[in-house]
């Protein structure tokens, strides 16, 4: 299989398509005057995980691929994942439900169970803790935490022949998105792509993994530099290791260099593009659905970080793959509906924008950790241990304590938290559902509103913590990641969300939406009733008429 220049996903959707007539070009089509107003026969939602809206503002003026297309849509670039914790699981529980985290029961992702039968007592979003022997990470991946329908589901709720397709390259992505009933469901265990242990592997998912392991098994050659890169292409030294101009070149058989690189995102869109043709998505009776989840950027943010070569790449990478997928959608003859957007954003290393006129920027204290404060409580107490565990902002307190012990370590790790430096806010799970939904624009949200988004009483902490503006919950970069996100800061929750369908009027409307937004505003143009989101529709015609229409 030949790989041209180090482009991917014209040779990889070559591979996977039973039929030699698809022609492969990134054309963008002239929409015609009107809107559309008949249902589309096919929903494409996409998912670009850590596309910031920081990010697509930086690269739109250099688009000329799939991304031009989409520009030529409806734009919203300050869409909002607005809930406190904006991580992988919790964003993309979001997309597809029109619900928030508080609603769809996903927090994070992971969370303190302190019954589960494990010592650490941490669950992942996409497990099924019940397994003998698993744990957060060897896991068997189950939908079983999400608690609301996704808008696949709704589909089939109301036409049972509706197909529902969710493929990713990571396992949180493919089940929130896809939810719990679905047709095929596929995604990246970092050595191929698989799904529940009970389903049988179709053509075009075995076609994906010959092509995909014939593509490891060679060296991959640096990947050309777009001359507009020029201003990123700088080293950076980060724990003793170099970063920042990096091409993607990897040795024959380095799978993690592929999940860590543009490749794998071609992969996967091929593989969508395969399902696609081989099921006939979109050409019986009724509107199917196809979820893809596009994890690459967010490999290469949290190893390389956003400002360095390796991104300014992986967008321009991105761009043509979205090109050429959409072209071989335009060869099917299918009446397509796109919307693409992201589960956060992201906050670029803390070393490199120290060097970039932030100053401020810093790695969390150690001191912060649940573990070591709650060590400083029990020993000020005279408990043993630590009294308090933590993921991330959710902070527990030991359950085995006395009611009356645990009402004590509460007000003190709270006294503790609110006095340090690093910390913006610390609440307790009272204060928190004491406090309304939001109903404002999300930009202007208090912090507690921000933590009461994402707040699920049966998985949350017994208080939330949260760290003040540029300061990463990164401790050392030493351990792997030189970047995150997970904040309750705009860096980290503001995305873009475009929409695109042939025919549709294009405009841009800069003011706030949310991400929930995406499946009312999307029902509407199935013309499928739903009620009790916390979204609202988003009418995608700039004229006096309205898709938001009953």
Known sequence: MSLAKGLFVKALIAALLLTSAVSVSAQTAAPPAATPTTPPKLIVAISVDQFAADLFQQYR???TGGFTRLLNGAVFPSGYQSHAATETCPGHSTILTG???AHTGIIANNWIDQRAGRPDKVVYCSEDERVAGSTHDSYT?????LKV???GEMMKARDPRTRSVSVAGKDRAAVMMGGHKVDELWWWDGKTYVSYASRAVPPAVQRTRDAVAALIAKPQAALPLPGYCAGVNHPIVIAGKTYGQGRFEREAGDAKGFRVSPASDAAVFAMAAALVQDMKLGKGPQTDIIDIGASATDYVGHTYGTQGTEMCIQMAELDKTLG?????????GVDYEVVLTADHGAHDATERQQQRAMPMEAHMDENVLAKQVGTAIAKDMGLPGSVLLGTEGDVYIDDTLPAKTQAKVLAEALRRYRAMQQIAGAYSAAEIMATPMAKSPPETWTLIERARASFYPERSGQMVVLLKPRVTTIVSPAGGYVETHGSPWDYDRR??????RKGMTGF???LSVETVDIVPTLAATIRLPVSGLDGRCLDLDPSAATTCAN
Do not use: C, G, K
């Not at 995305?495 to 695109?500: A, H, M, R, S």
């Open 61 to 63: 003026n250099h688009y």
């Open 99 to 101: 619900m928030r985290p």
């Open 508 to 510: 841009e409307q800069p």
């Open 324 to 332: 050429d997928f959409f072209a071989v959608m335009d060869e099917t």
């Open 149 to 151: 329908p996704t808008l």
């Open 141 to 145: 991946v189950s939908d079983m935490h």
């Open 495 to 500: 995305v873009p969300i475009l929409f695109w």
